[in-house]
Nanobody, 130 residues
Framework: QVQLVESGGGLVQAGGSLRLSCAAS????????MAWFRQAPGKDREFVAAINWRFIYWSNASPDYADSVRGRFTISGDNAGNTVYLQMNNLKPEDAAVYYC??????????????????WGQGTQVAVSS
């Protein structure tokens, strides 16, 4: 099992930036795909961004971003394959949600669903004031 811990959430004004981190521990060799999802009150959990771990390097997932965040958000990982980041720029009020990172035992090569992921973090709150 992979343990995931998110951090970096907070309150930011519209147009501002935040950087979320997701630290993985445990049996990390068992995961291949990492993703960020978000869930706003009263809404379903939705895909935000994804990236694949190829054991020595990160590669693009397909899809890599939801259309709503493409061009504003960037997903990346550290060289050791233990931490995934989500750089969020030009934040909008509609980006406000609890953001979750998730690990999947497969490469992400199609639109990921929450059910594809075996491990989840506890979430970090992002609030955007207008």
């Amino acid at each position: 099992q992979v343990q995931l811990v998110e951090s970096g959430g907070g309150l930011v004004q519209a147009g501002g930036s935040l950087r979320l981190s997701c630290a993985a521990s445990g049996r990390t060799f068992r995961f291949y795909g990492m993703a960020w999802f978000r869930q706003a009150p009263g809404k379903d959990r939705e895909f935000v961004a994804a990236i694949n771990w190829r054991f020595i390097y990160w590669s693009n997932a397909s899809p890599d971003y939801a259309d709503s965040v493409r061009g504003r958000f960037t997903i990346s990982g550290d060289n050791a394959g233990n931490t995934v980041y989500l750089q969020m720029n030009n934040l909008k009020p509609e980006d406000a949600a609890v953001y979750y990172c998730a690990a999947a035992p497969r490469y992400i090569d199609s639109i990921p669903k929450p059910s594809d992921f075996a491990s989840w973090g506890q979430g970090t709150q992002v609030a955007v004031s207008s």
